[in-house]
């Protein structure tokens, strides 16, 4: 037979404790397999002992609450000795404490800090500030009977160290479950707690079931988002950002931009989501380039920034003439035949449309164009004459690459005529026509 193994496991050596695994000690059980694994040290026994020692000597010391001899709120707190998360031992001496009256589930703990009692409706947001102690009712000034309870087995859950984490597990899964019984937890919390300034600093990932999505935080209480690195995104079985943080050529097309289908199956157009109301934005800044889509799942572009800024509707959706594009300006002319009269074909801005443009433009003897003009005649100075509809009165043109055209007016009667440009046949963007004035003196 072995010899009896003495209680002090701790001063054995890490070899004399695996020596002893599976073999029998004096009352006849087995000592347990010590080792944590292959690949870990100090055993498991070492551990575990480790482990027990502090559970004992937090949870299981003198520390009891009682109701004091002189009755109504007081309670009595015996001495007793508890462990710090640093691992300093503490004592603590016998306390006298008057509870809030009138109070369901009062808490009772030890302030770390002050090494002091404490109580409140809650325990305290940090775990390592405090060491619980009981838990009570009051009523009617008086701690009530059979009510208090002892909650110094909470630090059992509540391993916290300031020096080194206790170490974790070598499972292949590691499940966070909140009531399975019940309907499922809002949110689920993974935190990351480090230093000394409260639950406020912690960052953590969290699983919230309301809109099935995972949130990386900066701070758990807040729910700020944090900032997060990783060496490349992919969306289902393609990378679409690089190490870089650049587009990935193979999950993204150089001329284009997708999403995917489900499970990655399938490429898929760009969903932007409608707004509640028909039209562009009419509130809010906004910058060139942002795509809004109405109401009525109508896309438009915003050109000019402001608040709200300056939109135009994209594509053939329908839209009116007017929606589309342009205005024609035809300047006024005074002076010594011939005249030269401009004419500019504008976008929705009032800026040059810089497009080659066909227009109908006559000299009229009056402002409704009612009759042509008796004694002027006009031409092309800049722009393509492109043919007569009435001989010298009236033509189309094709304005220059700039939207320009540049008409001459030429009368040998001093009088006023007018120029009017209107679209032409093969110019679907225009829905619109401008009027000048020609003042032969």
């Known amino acids: 037979m072995s010899e009896p193994w003495v209680a002090d496991s701790l001063e054995i050596s890490e070899t004399s404790a695996a020596a002893k695994a599976s073999t029998r000690h004096t009352y006849g059980g087995q000592f347990p397999d ?10 498991r026994l070492k551990d575990d002992i480790r482990r027990f020692e502090h559970i004992y000597e937090t949870a299981f010391s003198e520390l009891t609450c ?6 109504g709120l007081k309670v009595v707190v015996r001495a007793g000795n508890y462990r710090k998360p640093n691992n300093d031992n503490v004592a603590f001496s016998e306390t006298t404490l008057d509870c809030t009256d009138n109070t369901t589930g009062l808490k009772i703990w030890i302030n770390i800090a002050t090494n002091t009692l404490a109580q409140g409706a809650t325990w305290p947001l940090t775990v390592t500030d405090f060491f619980p102690i009981a838990e009570l009712n009051t009523s009617g000034g008086a701690v009530v009977d059979g009510t208090i309870r002892s909650r110094r087995e909470l630090v ?17 899964e590691f499940t966070l479950d909140a009531d399975n019984v019940g309907p499922g937890a809002v949110q689920l919390n993974l935190r990351f707690n480090r230093g000394t300034s409260g639950e406020g600093e912690d960052a953590g990932i969290q699983w919230d079931e309301n809109v099935g999505r995972i949130r990386i935080l900066a701070k758990v209480d807040s729910e700020s988002f944090a900032e997060t690195q990783v060496g490349s995104l992919r969306i289902g079985s393609l990378v679409v950002l690089d190490t ?11 001329t284009k931009l997708y999403t995917f289908g489900p499970n990655g199956s399938s490429q898929a157009g760009l969903q932007i989501a409608p707004a509640a109301s028909p039209g562009p934005p009419i509130a809010g800044a906004h910058a060139p380039g942002e795509i ?20 135009v ?33 504008l976008d929705r801005q009032g800026n040059a449309l810089n497009q080659e443009v066909l227009l109908i433009v006559g000299v009229y003897q009056d402002s409704d164009g009612g009759a042509d003009a008796t004694n002027a005649t006009i031409g092309v100075q800049v722009g393509t004459d492109v043919r007569d509809v009435v001989a010298t009165k009236t033509k189309v043109i094709k304005t220059n690459p700039s939207g320009l055209a540049t008409i001459r007016v030429t009368n040998g009667v001093s009088e006023t005529v007018y120029l009017r440009a209107a679209p032409a046949p093969g110019s679907p963007h225009l829905d619109c026509s401008d009027l000048g004035t020609v003042t032969i003196v």
């Open 313 to 345: 509707k994209l594509g053939d959706h329908s839209f009116s003439f007017m929606d589309k594009l342009v205005q024609v300006s035809v300047g006024d002319a005074n002076g010594a035949s011939p005249q030269d009269a401009s004419v500019q074909v």
């Open 244 to 254: 870089g943080g650049e587009l990935a050529p193979a999950g993204i097309g150089s």
């Open 66 to 71: 009682q109701r004091h001899s002189d009755g």
């Open 156 to 172: 059992a859950f509540w391993m916290h160290s300031a020096v080194a984490a206790i170490t974790g597990t070598d499972s292949a």
């Open 34 to 43: 010590p080792s944590l694994s292959a690949q870990t040290t100090p055993t």
């Open 292 to 311: 809004h889509s109405d109401s009525d799942n109508v896309p438009w572009i915003c050109t000019v920034a402001g608040t709200p800024g300056t939109w």
